[in-house]
């Protein structure tokens, strides 16, 4: 498959989104998150042991990221209406098979309503 040659600016983060100077862009080089980017050590160095994951391919991308967080001892949540997958059997599957026995799931609202308790 080839690819188009994407813009300069292609990778920034829209205004919308708030980013400060506190957070961590991780570009990442395989499926994971977790995968030679460096985000374990970075988390790790500011006592993180909770992630909330959200993200595009709901059955390969997030559940890498997911099944890493898990397998590196983070508790880890996912944001069932803030993932998608192009093949909603595998996303549905992943979904309802594969998140529930590693991580805690619930809608974007119930996530931050959860973390507005916690912190």
Known sequence: ???????????????????????????????SAFTRTGLDEWL??????????SGITTSSSVESTVRDAHELGYSVT????????????????????????IAETGPTKLVLAALAVAS
């Not at 080839?2 to 080089?29: C, M, Q, R």
């Not at 790790?44 to 909770?50: G, N």
């Not at 803030?82 to 529930?100: I, Q, R, S």
């Open 1 to 31: 498959m080839i690819f188009p040659e994407l813009p300069p600016e292609w990778s920034e983060l829209l205004a919308e989104l708030g980013a400060t100077e506190n957070d961590h862009l991780v570009t990442k080089h395989a499926r």
């Open 44 to 53: 790790r160095d500011r006592d993180v042991t909770q992630v909330v994951v």
């Open 78 to 101: 996912v944001a069932t209406d803030a993932v998608t997958d192009v093949d909603g059997a595998a996303h549905d599957h992943t979904l309802t098979k594969v998140y529930p026995l």
